[in-house]
Structure formats: C-alpha cells, structure tokens
C-alpha cells in the first residue's frame, strides 16, 4: 500500500460494503461452534472430524463468478477485495469449518529477514492455475558456497508498519477490527528452501555421497533461522497466535492450551506459539537418514514451540518413531501417499492426523464423488481413535469449475457428519 495513491470513492464503498458482509457472516453462531470444534481437536479430546480446504485455483474461474469477480479500478484495492470476496464465498458455499472472524490482522513491516540465497528455475506454465511446475538450477554447489546463507538482522520498520494500520483502520473504520500483528507462528520450511539451492537431484545425492555438505548446509540454515526466532523475541515482534487460520502445512490453530501458563499479553514468548516443519523431499529417505540429515535439527527449532505440527506431502507412516522424539509434537500430516493403517499401528502417542487427500481428483474428466467419499471413509475407519481433520489443499486445477470444489465440500461435511 505504501506510497500508493488514494483509492476511488467508488473502490472504497465496494471494500466497505464487502467488510460489513464479513461482519455480519461473523456474528452467526456456528462461528463459535466452529471454534470449540477446533480447540476439542487441537487437544485431543474426541470430536467429529473437522474439515478445511485451501490453496485453490481461484484465478481459474473466479472472474466467471458473479460473487467472485472484482469490479474496484485501482490495482491495490482489488487484492483486498478479491481476498474479501474469496473469504465471504467459502462462508457461504463452501460447507468447512473456515473460521469468518471480524479480526483484520495488518503484518508488521519487518525487515532485515531472509537467507540472501537467489535461486535460478525454469517453470512449466499451467494456465491460470495455482501451481506451476518448477526445475531449480543449482546456485548452491560447493562447501564454500554454504557461506551465502545469511544471518538475519531483524528490525521493524515502525513508520511502514503505522502507515499500513492506518490505511486499513481508515478503510475499515468502525466495520472490522484492524489489529497490528507481528509473527504468529515459527514455520521451518528447511527442506523445501536447499532443494530450490542446489537443484533436487543434486541434493539427495549429495545425502550419499557429501554428507558434510549437506550437513553444513542444514547447520548454517538452522542457525539463522533460530537466530531470526531469538530476534523476533527479544524485540518483542511475535503476537498472541489466536486466531490463527492455519498452522504450517495443516488446518485452524485454535486452542487453550496456548499462550502457555505465564504469559505475558504485550511480550509474547516462543514457548507460546505453534512451530512447524515439513521435509517434503525426504519421502524416499530411509529414517536414519531422515533423522540426521532433517530431525536432529529440526528438533532444535520445535523445541521452542509450545506445540508443534509436522509434514506436509510426505509420508510418514514409516518414521512414526521419529515423531515421538518431537517435543510437544500435536498434530502430523497424513498425506495422500501416507499408510494411515500402519501410522496408527506405530504411533507411539495420540496425535492429530492431518489428512490430505489426494486433490487429482479434481481435475479428472470428471469430478466423482463417489471415489472421494470412499477415500474419506477408508482414511476415518483406519484412523481409529485418532483425532482427525481432512484438509483438501495443493489444488492444482479443476478444470475451471468451481462447482467441483462446492461439490467436494458438500460431499466431506456428508461423509464427516455420518460419524457423528
């Protein structure tokens, strides 16, 4: 928004008339149901399924989408609207448990963060869809070359920060409840990071046959991320977590049992965030490997964390043993690829599982619920007495129909209420 002119009058009634449909759909009680249903999953206490889906390819069909399609002229006032409209949309189509909440969260413009490291890729253009398919070229290729990895050196930029507030709580004024927020949750996308560094290939080889390579790597990687997370404390520039959408790879993060006992409201600590992690490249990696090359140091961020989330893509079934080594270790990905049977099996603790069924479905000739309803199924029955959430997400494309995904929907709040 910064040094940006004054959007139209017409711009600014669109977005007002917009917010104060957020805050009417915020006032229906299932709001509230919707949370409790989070906190009893999020604690592990016995509760339906709760549901969630995210990242999908809006750009495919929303300007084909009366309720969808933006009309403001100015460019940055169509990104708010178009996130204001997605948000009302899943409200009333989409049969989640998405929380519509009044809160308006304006990040902190913090500066001085990120690794330094450039990478190189060729991308496979798909459309209008939400993912594009990446080959990273390696930038990263010599021990020597592990010193690009930056230190941060985090600051706020107080006056940018003051400048987005302000825009927004005059924009909003007296609709939605714009508050500053800083950092809300330690998210170490390790893994995801190196592999954009050195190139895929390059880097699971390396495993084998330059260990202290790829040992050097993850050690400076680690440091600077805790580095930032001791800064973003000591500078006061985390925020209470609540409510907080999404933790890492999964679903909503509400809870009591965060902020931990002894908080303090206008200095929150790590202790009272949610951390995450997710070496996604590492499905065909044996656990040993797995272990040392990922989760020894990992562990070092997590532990932190006064709860945590692990996975995203990778199977897990085979490394449950490992999970039982994470501190405070509350909620794991159970994805498409996962044995859930076997996970269950080898569990040494009761977890959430994450479920991500396969998004392919979707963008199939054509969209049968029949096969994702016994997917779901299948996946509840084998979980036994886990605490569950289905999460349809890395939605690639359905073809440009959204009724795929309103029917999806329809078909898993259908499937998750028969448990009840």
């Known amino acids: 928004m910064d040094g940006e002119d004054q959007m139209t009058t017409r711009d600014r009634d ?15 009680p299932v709001q509230q149901e919707r949370i409790d249903g989070w906190k009893a999953l999020n604690s592990l206490e016995p509760v339906r399924p709760m549901l969630w889906i995210t990242e999908i390819p809006w750009r495919e069909f929303e300007d084909d989408v009366t309720e969808l399609r933006a009309q403001c002229a100015d460019a940055r006032a169509r990104r708010v609207e178009r996130g204001l409209r997605r948000k009302i949309f899943t409200a009333r189509k989409l049969r989640v448990d998405e ?23 060729e ?21 020597d070359d592990v010193k690009k ?45 190196i592999v954009t560094w050195t190139g895929v290939t390059e880097a699971l080889m390396d495993l084998m046959t330059r260990p202290d390579y790829i040992h050097a790597i993850m050690r400076r990687l680690t440091d600077s991320f805790l580095s930032a997370m001791t800064q973003l404390e000591e500078q006061n520039l ?28 206008e200095h929150i600590r790590l202790i009272d965030q949610w951390g995450g992690v997710s070496p996604q490249i590492f499905s065909d990696v044996s656990p040993e490997m797995h272990e040392e090359f990922a989760l020894q140091y990992e562990i070092e961020v997590l532990s932190r964390c006064g709860l945590n989330y692990y996975g995203c893509c990778e199977p897990l079934h085979n490394k ?20 859930v049977a076997k996970a269950v099996s080898e569990a040494e603790q009761p977890y959430v599982f994450s479920h991500k069924p396969s998004p392919a479905i979707l963008a199939e000739d054509a969209f049968s619920q029949e096969r994702a309803a016994e ?44 448990q009840a």
């Not at 669109?14 to 229906?28: C, G, M, N, S, V």
């Not at 308006?104 to 450039?118: C, L, P, Q, S, T």
């Not at 959408?245 to 908080?263: F, I, N, W």
Request: charged residues 30%.
């Open 14 to 28: 669109i977005l007002r008339t917009l917010a104060a449909e957020i805050a009417e759909l915020a006032q229906d």
């Open 99 to 121: 929380v519509l909440a009044t809160d308006f969260y304006v990040n902190r413009a913090i500066e001085g963060g990120g690794y330094g490291v450039e990478f190189k890729e």
């Open 123 to 143: 991308r496979i253009e798909q459309g209008a869809a939400f993912i594009q398919s990446h080959h990273f070229l390696p930038v990263m290729k010599e021990l």
């Open 149 to 193: 990895i930056k230190m941060p050196e985090l600051r706020c930029n107080a006056e940018r920060t003051a400048e987005r507030v302000a825009f927004f709580e005059d924009l909003f004024d007296g609709i939605l409840d714009v508050k500053e927020a800083g950092v809300r949750q330690q998210s170490f996308v390790d893994w995801d990071l």
């Open 238 to 265: 985390l925020s209470y977590p609540h409510p907080l959408d999404r933790v890492h790879s999964g679903a909503a993060g509400y809870t009591d049992e965060l902020p931990q006992p002894g908080a303090d409201p």
């Open 320 to 339: 449950m043993h490992l999970m039982a080594k994470i501190p405070r270790l509350r909620k794991i990905s159970v994805s498409a690829w996962c044995d």
């Open 375 to 418: 997917d779901m199924r299948d996946r509840l029955a084998k979980s036994g007495d886990m605490p569950s959430e289905f999460i349809m997400k890395d939605i690639s494309t359905v073809r440009g129909d959204v009724n795929r995904i309103i029917a999806w929907c329809d078909m898993a709040n259908r499937v998750i209420r028969e």
